[in-house]
């Protein structure tokens, strides 16, 4: 019981914070990898510039 009183203390606020700053991250780094590698598809495979328009 003291323990969990003691975490919640603000002192640990900013590993929440971090927390999910990593998870924010982490969703935009995945779209940004996902796109770049369309990109690439397309100028350097020739591929169709349909792919362009997918969405996950």
């Known amino acids: 019981w003291l323990m969990e009183e003691l975490f919640s203390a603000p002192l640990h606020w900013g590993f929440v914070i971090l927390g999910w700053s990593g998870l924010f991250a982490g969703g935009v780094a995945a779209q940004i990898i996902t796109r770049y590698s369309n990109l690439t598809d397309v100028i ?10 997918n969405r996950l």
């Open 44 to 53: 350097w495979n020739n591929q169709s510039k349909v792919i362009l328009n």
